[in-house]
């Protein structure tokens, strides 16, 4: 007996994002500031986007009496590396065009509350909505990546200057670069020599 895809996809994770209402940058900072009025968490939760952190997301339907969709995915951890990544969740209310959340979840130690891991994923969500995807894209491995060991790191305070305003100096504190140059001493070797008797008559 075949079934409807809304069936299928109430029973199944899968990867398509066309029932998740629109997500976008500003709503996620306004969500953010409304919930977690931390400027440093909403920038850390953007961090995990861009630096590919938030993988394996899935999309859900909720049952019927929930009427919502749920987006799952994992966030890799930023210190301990080798243990598990975090688990998280978002519930977003399926009848409505704009976003509208009801509940999401981490399993971090703020996963009670709202955490950057749940930021980095609306980031994420909001960003192959901006793209016009409609599902998950695959992930690309680092290997099939062109490398980018020469691309500077992003700091912040950091900014692009004109060439005439860099200041270059040595790597030398500047109490120690006009301390005069030590005097070498001069060491002299004598040459021992040998007195022959026989030149004294």
């Known amino acids: 007996m075949a079934t409807s895809s809304d069936s299928v996809e109430l029973e199944f994770w899968h990867k398509n994002i066309t029932k998740i209402p629109k997500v976008t940058n500003s709503f996620v900072e306004d969500f953010a500031e409304k919930n977690l009025p931390i400027k440093a968490t909403v920038t850390r939760g953007y961090k995990f986007f861009h630096e590919e952190y938030i993988h394996d997301i899935e999309v859900k339907l909720c049952k019927e009496e929930d009427s919502g969709v749920v987006a799952r995915a994992k966030c890799f951890r930023s210190m301990k590396k080798n243990e598990d990544p975090h688990k998280l969740s978002v519930v977003f209310e399926s009848s409505s065009i704009e976003a509208s959340i009801n509940k999401y979840m981490c399993s971090c130690a703020a996963g009670q509350g709202l955490c950057h891991h749940v930021l980095g994923l609306l980031y994420t969500l909001a960003h192959f909505q901006l793209l016009g995807l409609k599902s998950v894209p695959p992930m690309v491995s680092k290997t099939s990546k062109a490398q ?31 301390e005069p140059k030590k005097r070498r001493e001069r060491c002299v070797v004598w040459q021992a020599r040998s007195t022959n008797p026989s030149s004294n008559h």
């Open 148 to 178: 980018r060991w020469h691309i500077p790191s992003r700091k912040e305070g950091i900014k692009a200057r004109p060439v005439t305003d860099l200041i270059i100096q040595k790597s030398k504190p500047k109490d120690k670069l006009h």
